[in-house]
């Protein structure tokens, strides 16, 4: 009974930030326009495709994203950009497809940051939180350097943080200090 009132609350929590601080887009990949430019298509919360496959279920259980996190892509699907409090969250897809990328997390979001670089937002499966880091760059040197010093990162408690503080941040909200270089 406690498990099914627990998803189901979450379930409408998550619906309503949603509603209120969502916007969505099918079609467009920030992983493959420059600048993030947004889609001119955006589509309404309730038009969604939102059945995940077994693999998509199996990949958020095994790596324990928080219920949170889960329940948005539970209401949105595997194929929508879901852009909050100026990041956007990748396409449950495209995560899923870049998860073995690196060792200790895997890249949930990002925003573009100027230059060519992007601030990323990455789950830490370890303790199963978020953190900021700076990725991206102005040449293929630069890239090539940040991936290279990411490959192996292990974040600091003091720059992780949970999906629940997540969502109250914004651009303004990322303390310079507290990005990961």
């Known amino acids: 009974m406690y498990k099914t009132k627990f998803y189901t609350e979450t379930y409408h929590q ?3 930030m949603l509603r209120e601080k969502a916007t969505f887009q099918e079609t467009y990949s920030i992983l493959e326009h420059p600048f993030f430019q947004k889609s001119q298509e955006e589509i309404d919360i309730g038009n969604f495709p939102n059945i995940l496959t ?3 279920i199996m990949f958020l259980n095994e790596n324990k994203f928080p219920m ?3 329940m948005i892509y539970y209401i ?6 879901i ?6 969250l990748l396409k449950l897809c495209d995560i899923m497809k870049n998860s073995q990328k690196y060792k200790n997390f895997i890249d949930v979001g990002m925003t573009y940051a100027g230059m060519g670089y992007v601030y990323t937002l990455s789950y830490y499966k370890k303790t199963y939180s978020f953190f900021y ?12 350097y940040r991936y290279s010093h990411y490959k192996d990162f292990i974040p600091s408690k003091k720059d ?3 999906f629940d503080q997540f969502k109250k941040h914004n651009r303004q909200h990322i303390e310079f200090n507290h990005i990961n270089f």
């Open 76 to 81: 949105v699907g595997s194929n929508i950009e």
């Open 133 to 144: 880091k700076m990725d991206g760059g102005p040449c293929a040197q630069e890239v090539e």
């Open 14 to 16: 998550t619906l309503e």
């Open 83 to 88: 852009n909050i409090n100026d990041f956007t």
């Open 54 to 56: 077994k693999e998509e």
């Open 68 to 70: 949170e996190f889960k």
């Open 160 to 162: 992780t943080f949970s």
